[in-house]
């Protein structure tokens, strides 16, 4: 080790008010070696913490370091026999004097063996946290990790420690200071002190440094460990073993007895460098809690409202009455549902909702320039994460607002449509249906979850012909790669069945009731997606282009409209099939 490992002037410099995680409890001791033998090396890393209110600030500061915050303050509740209880999360000064709040309790397991820390459960359910592991998520903030824990191989904990932004947001709702109390000790046992890195030092006792008290203790081992010992051991004599309830009386001279002995122990070589630190430090809230009181976040985006780029503040669009919509780049649905926990739902052919980890549904529609307009006032009332993402994709306003959604929040129509995604999913339920009642198989090998499914067909994965045939693959594996090939082949006629894919065999299948030529041209689209689905895997250029063409794309739209007309084209042949072979079926329900 190094001599500025052992004088700890990176470690000292540092202060929890400025760091990332502060730690609320901590007791590490990472040591290698025996602690009486050269060679021996150890760093420890201990800290204990509480809330105070601004009225006990003073006494905090005067009276209580290490010795009543740090490790070895029992956390723990307390029945008084005059009927007083003491809850585990007051801090007591005196008995029945609390005067601060345990932010980590600490719970002795002693039949089953151990200890375990527990985070203040009224930290965890203002700031929303559930526990993943170890740690403390907030799913509200698309489950950033708040606190974690630190166990050792035995399972015990080790460390606590939160995020500082968050604390300081519970700190501020209930008007508390954070003190923290911690202490570093760096041990390493040396031949001795000449040819050492520790050669250039010398003792010195509790030097104020950083805020703390540093001490460099060099001694030799043996000054440590070394030295005489006494022992004492007292007995009974008057205690018949053989009595069946043997009662001693009082104790005296005739009826105890008693040896001591006296000897020295020693010999160990070497020097022993230790290095501490002892440092109490506030962490002060800033006077603002947004999650959990819900002050105002003064942090939060502008937006563009006006084709000549003027912005309004978020805290201005956060009206209901506000009037005014917003439009993004569509990419911004494929950054959101990037996140855990955010899904997109279709209500109509052009609108559809977002809905996010802080429970609310954004209502969207899709513009004539297949940009993203939105009812302001839906972006503004979202959490402040989710409104920089927005707002990253905020554009000046091109194209209107989309019909179906003016239609939807101004007129309180709704428009009588549907979208791609939706009717491709629903077709597809409905041919299994039919397909389990005429011919009483299973059409697809398994069953899928179609609203999580959707999330990857969407027109919105489409960016580039690159995702574009990413979509393909993703709609030949939800239906072509799913269809049940034993069962198609016990309905299939032609002669070469048992070398068709799943695709030829339902073609087959719907050959006998229309004709071969016409399942074809219906399979058509069908067979181009799956061509581009392998394109997907082995590009070339003008073989992708005839599988495109297949499909029925005009490459000329935009890559987004190319991807709805991929989905609604294999959509209306899997419609078509359905129509063509169970026709008559819907006929006869309606009649």
Known sequence: MTEEWILQTKETRRLYANATWVPLRASINDEKGDVKQIGFVSDVFACGSAAFPPEHRALVEERLGWSYLGIGHTIAPYAYEDGHYATIDQFQYNDKEPIGVNLVFEHPQPVVGGRQWILNPDLVVALHLIKEGTNWVRPEENFVVVAREVLDKDGEHTLI????????????????????????????????????NYANLKDHKENERDGGRFQLLIRDINDVFGGSWALFRAWRTDVDEDDDAPVMGPENNDNTGHESSRGHRGGYEGVRGEGEFW????????????????DADTNLPQFIVETDGTRMASAALDNEDIGRWLWFRSSVVNELLNFRGFSLEWYTAETGGIRSTSGYKTH?????????????????????????????????????????LLASQVKAESAVTHAVEFMFFETMRMLETNFKKVYGISLFTHDIDDAAAMQHVSRFTSKDQASLLRLAKEIVRVFSDRLNVRELRKVAVRADKDKLGSNKLLQDVLAQKVGDEKARRIFAEIAGTYDMRLGDAHPTGSKIADAIELAGIE??????????????????????TGKLLFGHLEEDEAA
Do not use: M
């Not at 503004?380 to 209107?400: D, F, R, S």
């Not at 935009?558 to 078509?576: C, D, P, V």
């Open 161 to 196: 420690e939160i995020k500082r932004e968050f604390l300081l947001d519970y700190l501020a709702a209930r008007n508390l200071s954070l003190r923290l109390s911690c202490y570093r000790q760096r041990v390493e046992n040396v031949p001795s002190l000449e040819g050492s």
């Open 279 to 294: 440092r109490d430090e506030w962490i002060n809230h800033q006077s603002r809690s947004v999650r959990v009181r819900g």
């Open 364 to 404: 969207f529609g899709i513009n004539s320039s297949d940009l993203i307009t939105v009812y302001a006032y839906d972006v503004a009332k979202l959490n402040p994460w989710e409104q920089h993402i927005w707002a990253a994709h905020n554009v000046v306003p091109e194209g209107k607002v989309s019909s179906e």
């Open 555 to 576: 490459q000329s739209l935009s890559f987004l409209r190319q991807g709805e007309r991929l989905i609604n084209n294999f959509g209306r042949a899997i419609w078509l």
